[in-house]
């Protein structure tokens, strides 16, 4: 999402959290968190509003769609090794100056993320 142009930036952002949301409704990810990781990237855009809510509207959308472990994208047309979408933490973030962002250093926890490149043959993404 972080590399995204400025005229693919709502329909990236819109996969990004879709995408959230099914790992959000099979509980392989905190929603919270998820929200946090996108709303980094966004913060660095113009009208945040109009991006949390296509943060929220994703997200609403994936929790419809739940991916589970052993989903395979059987079939599928997608590139075996798609581009991996990239998200800072919330701690470098707070390293930049102007970030809109301020939580409490102390209550952030580092994540791992593994890139995945398997994802519902329904998904048009």
Request: hydrophobic content about 35%; glycine content about 6%; charged content about 25%.
């Amino acid at each position: 999402a972080e590399a995204a142009t400025q005229g693919q930036r709502h329909l990236t952002l819109l996969k990004a959290a879709t995408l959230a949301g099914g790992y959000i409704a099979t509980g392989r990810i905190d929603e919270q968190t998820a929200i946090y990781a996108l709303e980094t990237v966004a913060s660095e855009w113009p009208n945040f509003t109009k991006s949390q809510k296509t943060i929220r509207d994703g997200i609403r959308n994936g929790l419809t769609k739940p991916i589970y472990p052993e989903e395979q994208a059987k079939g599928s047309s997608r590139p075996a090794n798609p581009r991996p979408v990239i998200v800072r933490t919330i701690a470098e973030q707070l390293a930049r100056p102007g970030s809109i962002l301020k939580p409490d250093e102390s209550q952030l926890e580092r994540l791992t993320v593994d890139s995945c490149n398997q994802y519902p043959v329904d998904w048009a993404l």
